[in-house]
């Protein structure tokens, strides 16, 4: 049986509950679906929002694998996949565009409508990949980047260059865009400006070496 059409049972940090901690569990991870690739993480980082969504904010559903910001590369892909391979470098994001709706299009926002932030625990078709002792497993926005293994919607991955370095590429998705679009984006700030940054974070996880 091809490798892509197998379950993988791995390690995933999980929370059970409000208020409860954060335990090493083994989970179960299924193939990829027609439009999905199926990611093996190498390096993740700490967001806020992970942190909060133990507190039932923006996620309250549970059991919860955690984890948004990270890199890894592409284990498997599904059957309609054509812009990624096995091998490929990728990162997450949390919000997909189509560059075809009116936010798009716009110059003014990536919100975009047609894959929007999600914040169901699920995949676009309300289902998940990830199982943990025989319960669904939700996850935060769209992957959960502190598992060995995910399967994450094409629309919400872009594909890196390989010799990046692992550390600054796990919080490019969240946490660097974030503070990047704040910057350029809503305070026009111009080179030479000086500027007061308040909560600056950043912090990562180192995950699997390569290889």
Known sequence: MSRAKQVITCKAAACWGLGKPVTVEEIQVDPPKAKEVRVKMLCSSVCHTDISSLKGFPHNQFPLALGHEGIGVVESIGDQVTNLKEGDFIIPTYIGECEECENCVS??????????????????????????????????????????????????????????????????????????????KEANIESGSTVAVFGLGGCWIRGNKRG
Not at 115 to 144: F, I, K
């Open 107 to 184: 110059g003014k926002t990536n919100l975009c409508l047609t894959h929007p932030v999600r914040l169901t625990g699920l995949m676009p078709d309300n289902t998940s990949r990830l199982s943990v002792r025989g319960q669904t497993l939700y996850h935060v926005l769209s992957c959960a980047s502190w598992s060995e293994y995910v399967v994450v919607d094409i629309n919400y991955l872009l594909r890196v260059d390989p010799n990046i370095n692992l550390a600054y590429a796990s919080f490019i998705s969240c946490g660097f865009s974030t503070g990047y679009g704040a910057c350029w």
